[in-house]
Nanobody, 122 residues
Framework: QVQLVESGGGLVQAGGSLRLSCAAS????????MGWLRQPPGKEREFVAE???????????YYADSVKGRFTIFRDNAKNTVYLQMNSLKPEDTAVYYC????????????WGQGTQVTVSS
């Protein structure tokens, strides 16, 4: 069982930056694919970014087109934490951001955090 706790959300002006953190409990964090998804007001939840384990010591990062070049996902396995650095924020980035974990062999995310609100004012 993996528990995920997000932090770092808040209110920021357009053009500003925020860093979200997701602390994970449970064993073998390093073998999990970790993702960030978001749900804008009145919309469906959407993919933002993911760090995917390749089975060795390498992780690959994937991003939604809407955040490429502005957001960076990275992880610190020693701290069981995954981060989302968000720069050049836009009002359309306003959403509840969720951290999620997917175990080896799974096709969908198995575990979810409670979400953290990010609001970008214009």
């Amino acid at each position: 069982q993996v528990q995920l706790v997000e932090s770092g959300g808040g209110l920021v002006q357009a053009g500003g930056s925020l860093r979200l953190s997701c602390a994970a409990s449970g064993p073998t964090f390093s073998s999990y694919d970790m993702g960030w998804l978001r749900q804008p007001p009145g919309k469906e939840r959407e993919f933002v970014a993911e760090t995917r384990w390749n089975g060795g010591s390498t992780y690959y990062a994937y991003y939604a087109d809407s955040v490429k070049g502005r957001f960076t996902i990275f992880r610190d396995n020693a701290k069981n934490t995954v981060y989302l650095q968000m720069n050049s924020l836009k009002p359309e980035d306003t959403a509840v951001y969720y951290c999620a974990a997917r175990g080896k062999g799974s096709y969908e995310y198995n575990y979810w955090g409670q979400g953290t609100q990010v609001t970008v004012s214009s």
